[in-house]
């Protein structure tokens, strides 16, 4: 099998198992948007993902990403890495979806700079593991509130990363990030209600669609080779 027929034939299961943990949480397919993450191949197998519809890509490094986001410009394109403040220019204008949101500082830095609308989630370290970016609990409140202020800044929901442990064992992860997403709204902690829950990779993706994912980010499924299963 060719390169480009296991990618391509890998996408396709993906794909269906995101299907099939939807249905199991009572929602359709749609329902779910799948972010393939790019970051370990380079432009021609993320356009390989283009040409089979696949129109959302998301990168972790900045640095890495923009010689693929220049090539692909009409992808989607995701950040799902942290971003530091010397970086948003570089951002700004190439990413339609920040993932990593997490401080007041970067809020207002963004802010203070957008002329357009941009898609972004607060990402939240729900799990407390100290080498994981993100907003404590007690932050988010702030950092939407933050984020009131700036009209181009859509805050379109949250983000976590579940600890690298067997799928089961992350599900109190996502759903704490549910609920947290639905105190939020409660609450009204935020102008507009947040609705997107961007939860869930390789390893745990279909309990993070069951337990209401709206997005999930896979990479290694995709790319991997047949022979490293």
């Given at each position: 099998?060719?390169?480009?027929?296991?990618?391509?034939?890998?996408?396709?299961?993906?794909?269906?198992?995101?299907?099939?943990?939807?249905?199991?949480?009572?929602?359709?397919?749609?329902?779910?948007?799948?972010v393939a993450v790019t970051k370990t191949v380079?432009?021609?197998?993320?356009?390989?993902?283009?040409?089979?519809?696949?129109?959302?890509?998301?990168?972790?490094?900045?640095?890495?990403?923009?010689?693929?986001?220049?090539?692909?410009?009409?992808?989607?394109?995701?950040?799902?890495?942290?971003?530091?403040?010397?970086?948003?220019?570089?951002?700004?204008?190439?990413?339609?979806?920040?993932?990593?949101?997490?401080?007041?500082?970067?809020?207002?830095?963004?802010?203070?700079?957008?002329?357009?609308?941009?898609?972004?989630?607060?990402?939240?370290?729900?799990?407390?593991?100290?080498?994981?970016?993100?907003?404590?609990?007690?932050?988010?409140?702030?950092?939407?509130?933050?984020?009131?202020?700036?009209?181009?800044?859509?805050?379109?929901?949250?983000?976590?990363?579940?600890?690298?442990?067997?799928?089961?064992?992350?599900?109190?992860?996502?759903?704490?990030?549910?609920?947290?997403?639905?105190?939020?709204?409660?609450?009204?902690?935020?102008?507009?209600?947040?609705?997107?829950?961007?939860?869930?990779?390789?390893?745990?993706?279909?309990?993070?669609?069951?337990?209401?994912?709206?997005?999930?980010?896979?990479?290694?499924?995709?790319?991997?080779?047949?022979?490293?299963?």
């Amino acid at each position: 099998m060719s390169r480009r027929e296991t990618i391509l034939r890998n996408l396709e299961e993906v794909k269906e198992r995101i299907r099939r943990a939807a249905l199991r949480s009572g929602r359709g397919p749609e329902a779910v948007r799948l972010v393939a993450v790019t970051k370990t191949v380079g432009i021609e197998e993320a356009r390989l993902l283009l040409e089979a519809g696949q129109r959302d890509l998301g990168e972790n490094r900045v640095q890495d990403a923009l010689p693929k986001v220049a090539a692909l410009p009409e992808a989607t394109w995701h950040l799902i890495g942290p971003l530091q403040t010397n970086k948003v220019n570089k951002v700004l204008g190439r990413f339609l979806w920040l993932h990593t949101v997490d401080r007041v500082r970067l809020v207002e830095f963004i802010g203070k700079r957008l002329r357009f609308p941009l898609d972004a989630l607060v990402e939240v370290n729900i799990s407390g593991e100290e080498q994981k970016h993100g907003a404590r609990l007690e932050e988010v409140k702030g950092v939407l509130e933050a984020a009131c202020r700036y009209p181009f800044l859509n805050i379109r929901g949250l983000m976590t990363m579940a600890p690298f442990v067997p799928a089961e064992e992350a599900r109190p992860v996502f759903r704490q990030l549910r609920e947290l997403m639905e105190e939020a709204n409660r609450q009204g902690w935020y102008s507009r209600p947040l609705t997107e829950l961007s939860m869930g990779m390789t390893n745990d993706f279909e309990v993070a669609v069951e337990e209401g994912a709206t997005i999930v980010r896979i990479g290694t499924a995709i790319f991997r080779r047949r022979e490293e299963e």
